[in-house]
């Protein structure tokens, strides 16, 4: 095929670059049982290691007894805090300032506990190990309720009361009760105070966002293998953040970080569960240097639900003021957050809550103040899940409660009162009451549209037809049009203000052209099922001008790929793929040097042309970007050093704001609590968009998840601190059957700081889908005096609303 | 999720099995499709030291229809259930109820013989097969036995069978009239919240006979003879449903558990019957 008898769409087709719907180039290998996961990794001589786990959610350890356990015909050695404490390793730092017990010291804080760790040759004789370890346990008072945590004598962490009895500070300031964890404001407390106070309208709401869990396919796992002889220490895992369990894997044990190689293979479903750094990981190592060989540890999906990191626990009271006639006035927000036996969140150093203060959502809110309590209880700790370290899933979900129950206070249509709240177009860049500074919207538009598709009207005199229906015994079913606008923050982010453990949150891609032109470009991110094989490829193949195709991407492995700080919180497309279009530049600098070259003109006098540089005003004098590839290393230029390669670490200048409008149409079974969902409308504005199919894909499972969270999905505890939804019996996670059919839809506003306008998508279906399916519910029951009522609305807390608001006599 | 070490055996006669109950006792249990012993297993709440799978036994996957009575054997699995048009004409409510167990990959190793022995009150089948008035055919030591499937469940997991008999098919006389098979459930692979089996006849408007039980609302299924009667001699109206539910209620005891608290249960109880009634009306 000669470049010359190729048109220019042509040219653009073969690059299949940006905006193209570019077939996953993972999916060969995982459609076809091909992946490479943590379980699938098998050494010479690997060992198998587990836990023996607490049953109580809150007893002193009085005795460990391996004994028996290391009868058992494949147990090798049994680990507990007491082994470990020689070496400093029986606790570990967390990612939020905290620390975490590795294996029970002395005590246990919740159930599922790691008590001791068997190391065995195999994984069914370590289970058998598991059974005999005798452990005694004496049972102390389980403080399951965050508000009566902050008023018992019943101290949690005695690590963290002084010797004196007094409280010392934790990471994020003074500590008012034992299980106390902080205190974080933001916002002016006054001003807002005397805003609700002289308010025309004010409406006050509690609600509790309940504890759940995203249950990615693949549980948490790692294998350690510690080479004695090199000194080097090699650490497969499900990590979100390879890098970063790098550096805190060297912090704690001492190892210097050149001789530690992490790598995260193929990673079957992320969703924060797979961000911080667990005991396994820890005891893995240990037991890996302890008995010179490599050791394997994997959960099952008990252990995943139980143990690591859920998400929410969320309890929240909102004031919200506004005139009659719907202009919201001010905004007062309290959080009172349940953070499990030890504060494990993944959030920046400076937001103990996360960007909970992103609570004034998508509307222009003069005033506003925020504040969060963190407290402990015998609970499992985590809160980095489904977005859960950066609330935004919480913060969305309270503001788009609190705008309905004003709706139901002022009488007003919802979908009116948010039209008349939204901040406009020309107020961007918004400078929020709470301090964050949005990048773009247009979401009068985007509200128009979606409202428009569904016909919202129409939906509003059905419904109301139905009610009419339901008063005169015609139908048991009502109607609910849930409505949510939300506004995302994502893309973290700015090392000026987001760090974790003092590490920032830049990130990082590395470049490589191959002579013949084809290339590979390595991140400091990590897939864990998003595609970014598939899409990197494309940013770089719009950049750079060599087909996706051509163009390999890995991440994954620290020893070859450059530092960064992982995939989660929707920041691989706004900070690593910012840095794979500026390394795509630096690329495209110097080959524009070396087309001028050859072509024997000045360097200003050649310009890019999708796959080729062509000297301007002469389009069929050119070098194509396989030719000047070609000749970066085989031609002698003077004054350019051979090679193509180009490095970049991008520190994002602000977050990133993506937004959507969702309308969900449900019909409600009064008599059984069922709820249907007839319709699902999402309307996706994430800025530029690199691979529409992907996207689409992204909205429809985080649909799926806020589907799940919002009608069902909850890790619930009973008064003893056990956990009532170990099991997938009890556990909602949703199949085809349950989830129904998605209508997707955009706008695109790109973002101006970012180099090619993208914003990130992942979360955002999560972020604006519960509170669309929480709201549709409520929405059903609005003309019977519902105000609120908490998730997740399973069959009998439907069922339960509409008993208490009488309609079943 | 490993179970206890176990030592497994896959006889090809039935003598074979019974020899090894007898030798075994308490020590061991006979396995079909798996799909309640196994889960129980990796969970150590059973401890099985000796498990005979009977997938290698000849004869027990075999459906028969024959004057008016269907045989099905102990493996016939609940896929086969679906896919058998003779089943399908003689007995319709199974294949309606079969088809709301579980989801496609259960039902390819779910057996009917394990769901009626195991005697989990949230197995589908027992009350189905009380509805339609089945009978169980136990091979032990000592020969066969038949046990009614309304006499066979005694508590949670407890039922007629002795230790050293297995069950190795289901006999059922071929229904009369309108059926239906009606379950709420929270989702793909639940037990059902409450769900009720019903066949009904209809001659000249009025209800002549019918046939209730109710699945996962005690601590076994529940076949309610005073609800079936409560129809009886009526149209069907409003009054007659409405008695039968209360009939239903008052033999029901259902207990609180992550599906809801015990007035939920009932109310759902009574709804479901009643839609399963209406439905099963509409078919008479």
């Known amino acids: 095929m000669k470049d010359e008898v190729e048109s220019r769409d042509d040219r653009v087709a073969n690059l299949k670059g940006m905006g193209c719907s570019r077939k996953r180039v993972e999916d060969a290998r995982f459609t076809q049982g091909k992946g490479n996961y943590v379980d699938d990794i098998k050494l010479d001589g690997m060992l198998f290691g587990d836990f023996v786990r607490s049953p109580y959610a809150h007893a002193r350890i009085t005795s460990i007894n391996a004994e028996e356990a290391l009868k058992v015909p494949g147990v090798l050695a049994v680990l507990t805090a007491a082994d470990l404490e020689p070496?400093?390793?029986?606790?570990?730092?967390?990612?939020?300032?905290?620390?975490?017990?590795?294996l029970a010291d002395g005590k246990v804080l919740f159930q599922g506990q790691e008590v001791a760790f068997v190391v065995a040759e195999d994984r069914f004789a370590a289970a058998d190990g598991i059974e005999a370890v005798e452990v005694e346990y004496e049972e102390l008072p389980v403080i399951v309720d965050p508000f009566e945590a902050m008023k018992t004598d019943v101290v949690l962490r005695e690590d963290l009361v002084a010797d004196d009895g007094s409280i010392p500070d934790?990471?994020?300031?003074?500590?008012?009760?034992?299980?106390?964890?902080?205190?974080?404001e933001a916002g002016e407390k006054e001003a807002t105070q005397q805003v609700l106070d002289n308010a025309e309208v004010l409406v006050e709401e509690s609600m509790y966002y309940h504890r759940t869990h995203p249950c990615p396919l693949e549980t948490c796992g790692c294998v350690a293998s510690m080479d004695k002889v090199n000194g080097k220490l090699t650490l497969w895992g499900t990590f979100q953040a390879p890098h970063a369990i790098r550096t805190v894997v060297s912090l704690i044990s001492g190892i210097e970080e050149h001789n530690i190689r992490v790598v995260s293979p193929d990673i079957g479903g992320g969703f924060g569960n797979k961000v911080g750094a667990y005991p396994g990981y820890v005891c893995s190592v240990v037991a890996s240097i302890v008995t010179g060989k490599p050791v394997k540890w994997i959960e099952d999906r008990m252990d995943n639900l139980m143990t690591t990191a859920f998400a929410r626990d969320y309890h929240m009271t909102g004031k919200i003021s506004a005139t009659k006639e719907g202009k919201i006035t001010g905004l007062h927000c309290h959080v009172t957050a349940d953070h499990g036996g030890f504060d494990a969140c993944a959030d920046p150093t400076k937001f103990p809550a996360g960007f909970m203060n992103i609570c004034t959502g998508s509307y222009d809110i003069p005033t506003a103040f925020l504040e969060v309590d963190g407290v402990y209880?015998?609970?499992a700790p985590g809160g980095v899940s489904y977005r859960c370290s950066?609330?935004?899933?919480?913060?969305?979900?309270?503001i788009e409660r609190m705008v309905e129950v004003l709706a139901i206070e002022l009488g007003m249509d919802a979908a009116e009162l948010r039209r008349i709240n939204f901040i406009k177009k020309e107020q961007f860049p918004y400078k929020a009451a709470l301090g964050w500074e949005y990048d773009s919207g247009?979401?009068?538009?985007?509200?128009?549209?979606?409202?428009?598709?569904?016909?919202?009207?129409?939906?509003?005199?059905e419904q109301a037809q139905r009610v009419e229906d339901f008063k005169a015994g015609k139908t048991r079913k009502l109607m609910g049009v849930g409505l949510s606008f939300f506004t995302e923050i994502v893309g973290a982010g700015p090392v000026k203000n987001c760090d974790i453990l003092g590490l920032g949150m830049f990130d990082s891609c590395e470049i490589r052209i191959h002579p013949t032109g084809s290339a590979i470009a390595r991140l400091g991110t990590i897939s864990q099922g998003q595609g970014h094989a598939t899409t990197f490829a494309q940013i770089l193949a719009s950049e750079i001008g060599l087909p996706a195709d051509s163009i390999t991407i890995e991440e994954g492995d620290t020893d070859t790929a450059p530092y960064g700080l992982g995939t989660y919180g929707s920041r691989s497309t706004p900070v690593a793929g910012a840095a794979t279009a500026m390394a795509g530049r630096k690329i495209r600098a110097k080959a524009q040097m070396i087309a001028a070259y050859l072509l024997e003109v000045h360097d200003n006098d050649v310009e890019f042309d999708v796959d080729r540089f062509?000297?301007?005003?002469a389009p069929e004098k050119f070098k194509t970007m396989k030719e000047i590839a070609f000749a970066a290393y085989n031609q002698a230029i003077p004054?350019?050093?051979?090679?193509?390669?180009?490095?970049?670490?991008?520190?994002?200048?602000?977050?990133?704001?993506?937004?959507?409008?969702?309308?969900?149409?449900?019909?409600?079974?009064?008599?059984?609590?069922?709820?249907e969902i007839r319709r699902f409308y999402a309307l996706d504005d994430c800025g530029t968009r690199i691979n529409p199919m992907i996207i689409e894909g992204q909205v429809h499972g985080g649909l799926t998840e806020a589907l799940a969270v919002a009608l069902g999905q909850e890790i619930a505890y009973d008064d003893m601190g056990n956990v009532k939804t170990g099991t997938l019996m009890d556990f909602f996670l949703p199949t085809a059957w349950e989830v129904p059919n998605y209508e997707t839809d955009h706008t695109v506003t790109p973002s101006p700081h970012h180099p090619i306008g993208a914003k990130g998508v992942g979360e955002s279906p999560h972020v604006g889908g519960v509170p669309c399916f929480s709201n549709a519910v409520h929405d059903a029951f609005r003309a019977f005096g519902l105000r609120q009522t908490n998730m997740p609305h399973d069959h009998w807390r439907i069922w339960k609303t509409a008993n208490e608001l009488g309609l079943h006599d | 999720m490993i179970p206890a070490a176990f030592d497994y055996y896959r006889p090809t006669k039935m003598d074979d099995v019974i020899a090894l109950l007898k030798e075994h006792g308490d020590d061991a249990r006979v396995m079909a499709g798996g799909h309640s012993l196994i889960p129980m297993m990796k969970l150590r709440m059973a401890e099985i030291p000796h498990l005979i799978d009977l997938q290698a036994i000849d004869g027990l996957n075999e459906i028969f229809i024959e004057d008016g009575q269907m045989t099905i054997?102990?493996?016939?699995?609940?896929?086969?259930?679906?896919?058998?048009?003779?089943?399908?004409?003689?007995?319709?409510?199974?294949?309606?109820?079969?088809?709301?167990?579980?989801?496609?990959?259960?039902?390819?190793?779910?057996?009917?013989?394990?769901?009626?022995?195991?005697?989990?009150?949230?197995?589908?089948?027992?009350?189905?097969?009380?509805?339609?008035?089945?009978?169980?055919?136990?091979?032990?030591?000592?020969?066969?036995?038949?046990?009614?499937a309304r006499d066979f469940y005694e508590a949670a997991y407890m039922t007629a069978r002795e230790d050293e008999e297995v069950l190795t098919s289901v006999s059922i006389p071929a229904p009369q009239g309108g059926y239906a098979y009606e379950k709420q459930k929270r989702k793909i692979g639940d037990y059902a919240t409450a769900a009720a089996a019903v066949q009904i006849i209809k001659e000249d408007g009025k209800c002549t006979a019918a046939s209730i039980a109710m699945t996962n609302l005690s601590d076994t299924p529940i076949y309610s003879v005073d609800a079936g009667a409560a129809l009886v001699g009526t149209a069907v109206d409003a009054a007659a449903l409405n008695a039968a539910k209360a009939a239903m209620l008052g033999d029901i005891d259902p207990t609180e558990d992550n599906r809801g608290p015990v007035a939920f249960k009932k109310h759902v109880a009574g709804v479901i019957l009643a839609r399963a009634i209406e439905r099963a009306w509409s078919r008479a």
């Open chain 1, 639 to 675: 004054g350019i050093e051979p090679g193509l390669e180009a490095v970049s670490y991008y520190d994002p200048p602000n977050m990133t704001y993506p937004f959507g409008a969702y309308v969900c149409v449900m019909d409600i079974d009064v008599d059984t609590g069922v709820p």
């Open chain 1, 170 to 184: 934790g990471a994020h300031g003074p500590r008012t009760h034992p299980n106390h964890i902080f205190t974080w």
């Open chain 1, 442 to 461: 247009d979401y009068h538009t985007a509200w128009d549209k979606a409202l428009t598709s569904v016909d919202y009207d129409g939906l509003r005199a």
């Open chain 1, 614 to 617: 062509v000297v301007k005003g």
């Open chain 1, 87 to 102: 070496l400093g390793l029986h606790w570990m730092p967390t990612l939020a300032g905290d620390k975490q017990m590795v």
């Open chain 2, 73 to 148: 054997g102990a493996m016939v699995t609940q896929h086969d259930l679906i896919n058998h048009a003779g089943l399908e004409a003689a007995a319709p409510i199974l294949r309606e109820a079969a088809l709301q167990i579980a989801d496609p990959q259960v039902r390819y190793m779910g057996t009917v013989g394990g769901n009626v022995a195991n005697g989990d009150p949230g197995n589908d089948m027992p009350g189905l097969m009380q509805c339609l008035d089945a009978t169980f055919l136990l091979v032990g030591p000592d020969g066969e036995r038949s046990v009614a």
């Open chain 1, 377 to 379: 209880t015998n609970k």
């Open chain 1, 390 to 398: 950066f609330r935004v899933t919480e913060a969305v979900y309270f």
